[in-house]
């Protein structure tokens, strides 16, 4: 008598791997709200520093050097963009790569729940938790400074979208290059800095030298900043800005993707 062996149904397969990521998603949330400091740092820091700068009275007072605005106007995109390089360089990858070390993600590959389960928990969770960010910015600089909320609201939104992706593709990256969680924090402190900069954290990049700024709106955060910045006043963002950040989006998931691995 001959024994056949099947494979298991392909919608029974499906059910359990859904309910197996289902899974993991609750558990990384208890986790990740477990970290006070991570989540002080991407929620509340970037709110904390605009709450600073915008009680400085000459940063409520309209500058030339900014087109007319108040300092604290352009500020409030660049606490925006603070939180998702923080969630991105700074949360995320040592997180990963934590995992890969201890061979957490080794040890899923012989169980229902597929790594790249985990994976796609830790850049939703991420990804929220810089959004959640992004309107608490929006909504304090508007009952503490009266800046005012951006007028092309659909605009924001999609340069905001593209923005958290490129934030999360880069640390994805960071995460595929790093073998160690200590790479890790010494590789996106290495890129940390430089996306501060471009993102205008110490000079709004409309501030900048004509060159310097042109630079600048070539990385992913420079162009998400002048985006950020033309839907605030109303107008669509520029395609050109919003190409940027998805030409960026491709190719570090593609590069991400390329070297990540799960051992």
Request: aromatic fraction near 8%; charged fraction near 10%.
């Amino acid at each position: 008598m001959t024994t056949t062996l099947t494979s298991p149904h392909p919608a029974r397969a499906a059910r359990t791997s859904r309910t197996a990521a289902v899974a993991v998603l609750k558990t990384e949330t208890k986790l990740f709200r477990r970290e006070p400091a991570g989540l002080f740092w991407i929620m509340v820091f970037p709110t904390v520093l605009l709450v600073v700068l915008g009680s400085i009275p000459g940063f409520r007072d309209p500058d030339k050097a900014l087109g007319g605005i108040r300092f604290v106007d352009a500020y409030v995109p660049v606490a925006v963009l603070l939180s998702m390089i923080m969630a991105g360089l700074q949360a995320m990858p040592p997180v990963i790569t934590g995992y890969r070390e201890r061979g957490i993600l080794r040890r899923m590959s012989a169980t229902p729940v597929r790594p790249s389960a985990l994976l796609g928990a830790q850049m939703g969770l991420h990804g929220v938790a810089a959004l959640i960010s992004a309107v608490l910015s929006l909504t304090v600089g508007r009952l503490a400074f009266h800046v005012a909320l951006p007028h092309q609201l659909f605009g924001y939104a999609l340069g905001l979208l593209l923005a958290v992706l490129s934030a999360l593709a880069l640390g994805a990256l960071v995460s595929a290059l790093s073998r160690t969680s200590k790479v890790a924090n010494a590789i996106g402190s290495a890129v940390f800095f430089p996306m501060m900069f471009s993102a205008g954290v110490w000079l709004p990049v409309q501030a900048m030298p004509d060159t310097l700024g042109r630079i600048v709106e070539l990385l992913p955060f420079g162009a998400a900043a002048q985006a950020l910045n033309e839907a605030a006043a109303g107008s669509w963002p520029g395609w050109d800005h919003l190409g940027i950040l998805a030409l960026w989006t491709v190719l570090l998931s593609a590069a991400a993707t390329r070297w990540f691995r799960w051992e």
